[in-house]
Protein backbone atom coordinates (compact mmCIF):
# COMPACT_ATOMS: atom_id res chain seq x y z
CA UNK A 1 0.00 0.00 0.00
CA UNK A 2 1.17 3.63 -0.93
CA UNK A 3 2.93 5.56 2.39
CA UNK A 4 0.22 7.78 2.03
CA UNK A 5 -2.50 5.51 1.54
CA UNK A 6 -6.24 6.74 0.97
CA UNK A 7 -9.59 4.89 1.10
CA UNK A 8 -9.32 3.98 -2.52
CA UNK A 9 -6.09 2.54 -1.62
CA UNK A 10 -7.82 0.46 0.91
CA UNK A 11 -10.79 -0.60 -1.73
CA UNK A 12 -8.06 -1.62 -4.31
CA UNK A 13 -6.20 -3.85 -1.99
CA UNK A 14 -8.89 -5.50 -0.82
CA UNK A 15 -9.98 -6.29 -4.78
CA UNK A 16 -6.41 -7.47 -5.46
CA UNK A 17 -6.32 -9.65 -2.17
CA UNK A 18 -9.77 -11.30 -3.19
CA UNK A 19 -9.44 -11.20 -7.62
CA UNK A 20 -5.92 -11.19 -8.38
CA UNK A 21 -7.20 -12.15 -11.83
CA UNK A 22 -8.10 -8.42 -12.64
CA UNK A 23 -6.59 -5.46 -13.27
CA UNK A 24 -7.67 -2.71 -10.94
CA UNK A 25 -5.87 -0.24 -12.19
CA UNK A 26 -8.74 1.95 -13.51
CA UNK A 27 -10.33 2.00 -10.08
CA UNK A 28 -7.16 3.48 -8.92
CA UNK A 29 -8.04 6.77 -11.21
CA UNK A 30 -11.67 7.00 -11.58
CA UNK A 31 -12.47 6.07 -8.23
CA UNK A 32 -10.36 8.98 -7.20
CA UNK A 33 -12.70 11.22 -9.72
CA UNK A 34 -15.93 9.79 -8.77
CA UNK A 35 -14.58 10.80 -4.91
CA UNK A 36 -13.40 14.45 -5.92
CA UNK A 37 -16.74 14.72 -8.07
CA UNK A 38 -18.87 14.35 -4.82
CA UNK A 39 -16.58 17.30 -3.01
CA UNK A 40 -16.80 19.42 -6.33
CA UNK A 41 -20.54 18.67 -6.05
CA UNK A 42 -20.77 19.75 -2.29
CA UNK A 43 -18.77 23.20 -2.95
CA UNK A 44 -21.07 24.01 -6.18
CA UNK A 45 -23.91 23.61 -4.07
CA UNK A 46 -22.47 25.76 -1.55
CA UNK A 47 -21.32 28.48 -3.51
CA UNK A 48 -24.43 28.29 -5.60
CA UNK A 49 -26.89 27.90 -2.27
CA UNK A 50 -25.19 31.51 -0.87
CA UNK A 51 -26.16 33.18 -4.29
CA UNK A 52 -29.82 32.38 -4.10
CA UNK A 53 -29.31 29.79 -7.13
CA UNK A 54 -29.68 26.34 -8.26
CA UNK A 55 -27.08 24.51 -10.76
CA UNK A 56 -29.36 25.10 -13.74
CA UNK A 57 -29.52 28.38 -12.84
CA UNK A 58 -26.30 28.96 -12.43
CA UNK A 59 -25.75 27.09 -15.92
CA UNK A 60 -27.94 29.58 -17.72
CA UNK A 61 -26.92 33.02 -16.21
CA UNK A 62 -23.19 31.88 -16.67
CA UNK A 63 -23.65 31.34 -20.29
CA UNK A 64 -25.09 34.75 -20.41
CA UNK A 65 -22.72 36.32 -18.37
CA UNK A 66 -19.69 34.91 -20.59
CA UNK A 67 -21.39 36.51 -23.50
CA UNK A 68 -20.64 39.86 -22.64
CA UNK A 69 -22.19 42.66 -22.83
CA UNK A 70 -25.05 43.09 -23.01
CA UNK A 71 -25.40 39.45 -21.86
CA UNK A 72 -28.25 38.36 -24.31
CA UNK A 73 -28.24 35.24 -26.30
CA UNK A 74 -31.01 33.03 -28.59
CA UNK A 75 -32.72 30.41 -26.79
CA UNK A 76 -30.80 28.74 -29.28
CA UNK A 77 -27.62 29.46 -28.40
CA UNK A 78 -28.54 28.82 -24.72
CA UNK A 79 -29.28 25.07 -25.79
CA UNK A 80 -26.15 24.62 -27.58
CA UNK A 81 -23.93 25.54 -24.08
CA UNK A 82 -26.64 24.17 -21.81
CA UNK A 83 -27.03 20.55 -23.17
CA UNK A 84 -30.69 20.87 -22.36
CA UNK A 85 -33.57 20.14 -24.55
CA UNK A 86 -35.82 23.06 -25.96
CA UNK A 87 -38.57 22.12 -23.56
CA UNK A 88 -36.16 21.99 -20.58
CA UNK A 89 -34.80 25.58 -21.76
CA UNK A 90 -38.20 26.99 -22.01
CA UNK A 91 -39.63 26.10 -18.71
CA UNK A 92 -36.03 27.28 -17.37
CA UNK A 93 -35.99 30.78 -19.25
CA UNK A 94 -39.63 31.22 -17.92
CA UNK A 95 -38.72 30.53 -14.15
CA UNK A 96 -35.69 32.76 -14.54
CA UNK A 97 -37.91 35.34 -16.08
CA UNK A 98 -40.31 34.79 -12.56
CA UNK A 99 -37.63 35.62 -10.15
CA UNK A 100 -36.31 38.85 -12.88
CA UNK A 101 -33.22 37.50 -13.29
CA UNK A 102 -33.36 37.73 -17.19
CA UNK A 103 -35.65 39.07 -19.78
CA UNK A 104 -37.04 38.34 -23.31
CA UNK A 105 -36.31 40.98 -25.72
CA UNK A 106 -37.12 41.25 -29.61
CA UNK A 107 -34.01 40.35 -31.58
CA UNK A 108 -33.70 43.77 -33.22
CA UNK A 109 -32.09 41.76 -36.05
CA UNK A 110 -35.10 39.58 -36.55
CA UNK A 111 -38.54 41.09 -35.37
CA UNK A 112 -39.32 37.35 -34.99
CA UNK A 113 -36.76 36.04 -32.80
CA UNK A 114 -36.80 36.34 -29.00
CA UNK A 115 -33.53 37.06 -27.28
CA UNK A 116 -32.53 36.20 -23.56
CA UNK A 117 -31.23 38.92 -21.70
CA UNK A 118 -29.85 38.87 -18.16
CA UNK A 119 -31.10 41.46 -16.06
CA UNK A 120 -29.16 43.10 -13.06
CA UNK A 121 -30.03 41.05 -10.31
CA UNK A 122 -28.86 38.24 -12.36
CA UNK A 123 -25.54 39.54 -13.25
CA UNK A 124 -25.17 40.57 -9.43
CA UNK A 125 -26.25 36.81 -8.61
CA UNK A 126 -23.77 35.31 -11.20
CA UNK A 127 -20.61 37.04 -10.20
CA UNK A 128 -21.46 36.52 -6.75
CA UNK A 129 -21.15 32.42 -7.57
CA UNK A 130 -18.71 32.29 -9.59
CA UNK A 131 -16.17 34.25 -7.35
CA UNK A 132 -18.15 31.51 -4.48
CA UNK A 133 -17.08 29.09 -6.75
CA UNK A 134 -13.69 29.95 -7.78
CA UNK A 135 -12.76 30.47 -4.17
CA UNK A 136 -14.71 26.59 -3.43
CA UNK A 137 -12.64 25.13 -6.09
CA UNK A 138 -9.06 26.75 -5.10
CA UNK A 139 -9.55 25.24 -1.59
CA UNK A 140 -10.01 22.01 -3.05
CA UNK A 141 -6.88 22.31 -5.37
CA UNK A 142 -5.15 23.18 -2.22
CA UNK A 143 -2.80 20.38 -1.23
CA UNK A 144 -1.47 20.81 -5.78
CA UNK A 145 1.43 23.10 -6.59
CA UNK A 146 0.51 25.19 -9.58
CA UNK A 147 2.27 23.06 -11.81
CA UNK A 148 0.67 19.84 -10.67
CA UNK A 149 -2.87 21.29 -11.18
CA UNK A 150 -1.58 22.32 -14.72
CA UNK A 151 -0.23 19.03 -15.20
CA UNK A 152 -3.33 17.50 -13.90
CA UNK A 153 -5.74 19.98 -16.41
CA UNK A 154 -3.99 18.70 -18.95
CA UNK A 155 -4.17 14.85 -18.12
CA UNK A 156 -7.93 15.39 -17.59
CA UNK A 157 -7.93 17.28 -21.04
CA UNK A 158 -6.53 14.47 -22.95
CA UNK A 159 -9.31 12.09 -20.94
CA UNK A 160 -12.51 14.24 -21.97
CA UNK A 161 -11.72 15.00 -25.61
CA UNK A 162 -13.42 11.63 -26.04
CA UNK A 163 -16.47 12.36 -24.44
CA UNK A 164 -17.05 16.19 -25.27
Request: charged letters at 30%; a neutral charge; aromatic letters at 4%.
Amino acid sequence: MAEHADEVDRIVDAWVRERPDLDFDPLQVLSRVDRLSRHLDRARRGAFGRSELQSWEFDVLSALRRAGTPYRLSPKALLTQTLVSSGTMTNRIDRLVERGLVERQTDPNDGRGILVRMTSQGLTRVDAAITRLVDAEAELLRTLAPGDQTRLAGLLRKLSLDFD
